[in-house]
């Protein structure tokens, strides 16, 4: 298994342009999420996913759109960059059981520089 | 919303002491609990993890604690080693990952 990959792994952009940034797994995950991580901040949940079809907001949504149209892959979308949109983004995925989210795995996450 | 807490946010210890990180959370209905370790520039990796059923657990150098009364859970590391080093992540979640909230980190450095 490839796990969760990530694509471009560096990216700088205008501020103004879109892009998007992409996200696969290939364990067949219901749960699939997108985080930032800001130093001193730690992660914050921008968007997240419980199935193919379903997406919902995190704590910072603001500027971004993601879509799940299959199971394996969660584009999260840039609308319009600006600076405060620099930072180090991480995909994650996991298994929901009965008892809940399970164990997130990480992809190595895409650095992003708005100028 | 969920709101989770981290102490502190670096912490220096002699190679072979323990090492204990501490996080609180907002939220009742939060009932999953990991911990996070990030070396410098990768990814998170979960080193252990907790549901609000169990009070304890452990696997080998590391376990975690967790009290769900007081709304707060601790990491702790036994016989540190240089290769502890690393940034380390709380988190909450509910049952439905809808409120996935991580702690602000604490920096580990083991000192040989």
């Known amino acids: 298994n490839a796990g969760v990959t990530q694509t471009p792994k560096f990216q700088v952009l205008k501020t103004g342009q879109s892009m998007t940034l992409q996200c696969a797994q290939d364990?067949?995950?219901?749960?699939m999420s997108w985080y930032r991580q800001d130093p001193g901040m730690g992660l914050r949940l921008i968007h997240y996913?419980?199935?193919?079809?379903?997406?919902d907001q995190g704590e910072v949504p603001n500027g971004y759109n993601v879509s799940r149209s299959t199971t394996e892959d969660f584009p999260l979308r840039l609308l319009s960059a600006a600076p405060s949109q620099t930072s180090v983004y991480f995909c994650?995925?996991?298994?929901?059981?009965?008892?809940?989210?399970?164990?997130?795995?990480f992809g190595p996450g895409t650095r992003l520089t708005v100028l | 919303g969920e709101n989770v807490e981290q102490h502190p946010s670096t912490l220096s210890v002699q190679e072979g002491d323990s090492a204990v990180i501490k996080c609180t959370y907002s939220?009742?209905?939060?009932?999953?609990f990991p911990w996070y370790k990030q070396e410098l520039g990768k990814r998170p990796q979960l080193i252990i993890d907790i549901r609000s059923n169990v009070g304890e657990k452990k696997d080998q150098r590391i376990a975690v604690t967790l009290n769900k009364t007081a709304k707060h859970f601790s990491l702790h590391i036994t016989e540190t080693q240089p290769e502890d080093s690393a940034v380390y992540f709380c988190?909450?979640?509910?049952?439905?990952?809808?409120?996935?909230?991580f702690g602000p980190g604490t920096r580990l450095s083991v000192l040989p």
């Open positions: 994650a995925s996991s298994y929901r059981t009965g008892l809940g989210t399970d164990t997130q795995y």
């Open positions: 988190a909450a979640s509910d049952s439905y990952g809808q409120n996935f909230v």
């Open positions: 996913s419980v199935g193919a079809g379903i997406t």
């Open positions: 364990m067949n995950h219901e749960y």
């Open positions: 939220d009742s209905a939060s009932n999953y």
